[in-house]
C-alpha cells in the first residue's frame, strides 16, 4: 500500500515552542521533558521548531509526517541527534542507516517468533 506525501503548509513558516533568548526552550526542556514536547505539539501543531541552546529541532505530530521522514523519505534527512541521544538512547527515532532498519527487522522477527 503506497502512502501519499504530506501536503506542504500553505504557510512555509514553521512556528517555534515560545523559549527564552538566547537559551530557547533548553531550561524547560531540561526540567520536564515530555510536558516540553507535549505543549509543542499543542501550541504548534504538525510541525514546530524547539530550540535548545544553539541547536534547532523540529518536533513532528502529524503520524503521515513522521512516516514520511522515518520510512518513506529517510534518505533525505539526517537525524543527527547526538546530544539529545544521551537522554532519548539510541532506539529507533535516533539510530541511523542501516542499523536502524536492521534492529526493526530484529524486533519483528523476535515477536513473531515469541507468538
Known sequence: MQHEAPKPQLNNE?????GLPFVGNLPQFQRQPLTTLMKAARE???VVR???GSQRYYLLSNP???EHVLQDNNK???KGYGKVRVLLGN???LN???SGGASGASCSRSSIAGA
Do not use: C, S
Not at 514553521?14 to 515560545?18: H, I, M, T, Y
Open 76 to 78: 533525505n534527512y539526517v
Open 14 to 18: 514553521v512556528p517555534d515552542l515560545k
Open 96 to 98: 541511523e542507516g542501516l
Open 44 to 46: 504548534g501543531g504538525d
Open 91 to 93: 532506539g529507533l527515532v
Open 64 to 66: 503521515d509526517h513522521v
Open 50 to 52: 524547539i530550540t535548545l
